[in-house]
């Protein structure tokens, strides 16, 4: 168990749509990640958020955004969802702003457009 | 451009040591080499972390040449359950979107 949490677990939605996923990190981590994983592919890195602020962004679609709350839970809102948006998405949280300080994965929140 | 260059896929057997390259040619100074393994449908997991030399925990071994250009996570005597996706990770800590790029990951097949 990482300490990082992950709602919900499973996702199910129609094109279209919009959805909000959770993710609470590790007790005093101040740092949030965010990660898309389709089918068999890599991890591509989203959106990183530090006590709040957006810190660092990667491949995230327009259609998608995040933020950082004070009590520094974090939410990635996807909409007009598709199908191509199918896939397992990862929170991770550090205590640092950087990634070479190790990150903590949640277990993963799976999205299913039909 | 990609940070990292890694094998897509290796087989080893139980029991055996299990070698793993990644190639970072523009590695930068700042920068240190970190090693995940991921299981299907679980979120990755860190396995070691260095910047120079060799490191060494309870799961593995990291060896770093002096030109830092290369790493090689070291894995002894596998089992079926080291069977797993294992990335390389380069990152400086700064605040670089780079730092986040994983890779296409080794899938790594321990056989019986």
């Known amino acids: 168990d990482s300490g990082v949490t992950q709602t919900p677990k499973h996702l199910i939605t129609a094109t279209g749509q919009r959805v909000t996923l959770r993710c609470s990190p590790r007790s005093g981590d101040l740092s949030v990640y965010w990660y898309q994983q389709s089918l068999d592919q890599g991890l591509q890195f989203l959106i990183q958020y530090y006590n709040g602020e957006e810190r660092a962004k990667g491949n995230i679609l327009e259609r998608f955004s995040a933020q950082q709350f004070p009590d520094l839970h974090s939410e990635l809102n996807l909409s007009s969802l598709e199908l191509g948006d199918s896939a397992l998405y990862f929170c991770?949280?550090?205590?640092?702003?950087?990634?070479?300080?190790?990150?903590?994965f949640g277990p993963g929140t799976r999205l299913t457009v039909t | 451009l990609a940070k990292t260059t890694q094998p897509i896929s290796m087989d080893s057997y139980e029991g055996q040591e299990v070698n793993i390259t990644c190639s970072h040619n523009n590695i930068a100074t700042n920068d240190y080499i970190t090693w995940y393994q991921q299981f299907p449908s679980q979120g990755p997991r860190f396995i070691i972390q260095?910047?120079?030399t060799k490191v060494t925990n309870e799961v593995a071994s990291l060896f770093i040449p002096a030109d830092r250009k290369s790493s090689t996570l070291s894995l002894p005597r596998v089992s079926l359950s080291d069977t797993a996706v294992y990335y390389c990770?380069?990152?400086?800590?700064?605040?670089?979107?780079?730092?986040?790029?994983f890779g296409a990951g080794t899938r790594l097949t321990v056989k019986p």
């Open positions: 991770a949280s550090s205590s640092r702003t950087g990634g070479y300080y190790e990150q903590y």
């Open positions: 990770l380069v990152a400086s800590g700064g605040y670089n979107n780079n730092d986040m790029r």
């Open positions: 260095g910047y120079k």
